[in-house]
């Protein structure tokens, strides 16, 4: 893996840009989610790019913890031309000179302005997590430390550090139901538990985890939750074990896929087995399945 590496010591940081932060030499919550939902291999073959999506992210926080931040730091590309009254495409030489004319700032098109501002008066209207975010805290707090088991250099970056620890994480669906499998399903236990253990090390005292999950679409519900320690401690053993595996990948520039070298038997889900009414289809008396 072929990076710009940028050396920091071990402690806390604050205002550090996203860019330097993506930069420091080591290991992220990013790298080792990729490797416990996917494998060695797509974590080696990630493009770290600043995509839609990220810059969608990043204003959308900025926009909950940081708004006099966003409101200076992100700039609106018009839909529609106001020479010609046609759609504004993010090419040729109109697009060249906003680019150049915004070199500091990060470019957004309107609706992603708009979802970012729908979603912070979502999240600082919720009695909970309006009460959270209000509270005297600091926003992108770098961390790092290193890890006491392995010796690596290990980083994070906590969306919002108060009397609690606190991360937003934005949903379709934030009911528990849905929103415990989305966690799952991308690891995000595994990086609550990184940030857990980054703030008690460095403030050396735990913290309550909390998780802001805002609906990142109508009705822009907003439910705010607390991590268990059963939750944390399962997130631990797994970031744990993943971090064995990226030591040794990158030790040995080795980086398999999910299944290098053996054959995977077929599993369905529980929800698949629906023969447990001992009832079949019939047709003409006879039983077709």
């Known amino acids: 893996m072929t990076e710009q590496k940028i050396p920091f010591k071990p402690g806390i940081y604050k205002g550090i840009p996203y860019e330097v932060y993506a930069q420091i030499d080591a290991v992220s919550a990013s790298k080792l989610k ?88 979502a999240v600082r209207n919720h009695p909970v997590a309006g009460d959270l975010v209000k509270q005297d805290g600091k926003a992108e707090v770098t961390i790092l430390w290193r890890d006491v088991r392995t010796g690596a250099m290990i980083k994070a970056r906590i969306d919002w550090l108060c009397e609690a620890t606190v991360e937003l994480k934005t949903t379709r669906d934030p009911a528990p139901r849905r929103f415990a499998s989305q966690s799952a399903d991308l690891g995000y236990h595994l990086q609550y538990a990184l940030y857990a253990d980054a703030v008690a090390t460095v403030i050396e005292e735990p913290l309550p985890f909390l998780v802001i999950a805002a609906q990142n679409a109508e009705p822009f519900d907003v439910v705010v939750y607390s991590v268990s320690d059963e939750v944390l401690n399962t997130g631990t053993r797994q970031y744990q074990a993943a971090l064995d595996t990226y030591l040794y990948c990158d030790q040995h520039d080795y980086w398999p896929g999910i299944a290098a070298g053996e054959t995977l038997p077929l599993m369905l889900p529980s929800w698949a087995d629906d023969d447990d009414t001992g009832e079949g289809i019939t047709y003409n008396g006879e039983t077709i399945f």
């Open 34 to 121: 990729t490797i416990h939902t996917q494998s060695p291999l797509a974590l080696n073959r990630r493009a770290d790019i600043d995509n839609d999506a990220l810059r969608q992210g990043r204003a959308g926080h900025a926009a909950v913890f940081e708004p006099d931040l966003f409101d200076s730091e992100f700039v609106v590309w018009p839909s529609t031309n106001p020479d010609t009254g046609k759609k504004a495409t993010r090419r040729g030489s109109r697009w060249d000179d906003f680019e150049a004319l915004h070199a500091d700032r990060t470019i957004l098109t309107e609706s992603q302005h708009r979802a970012s501002s729908q979603l912070s008066g």
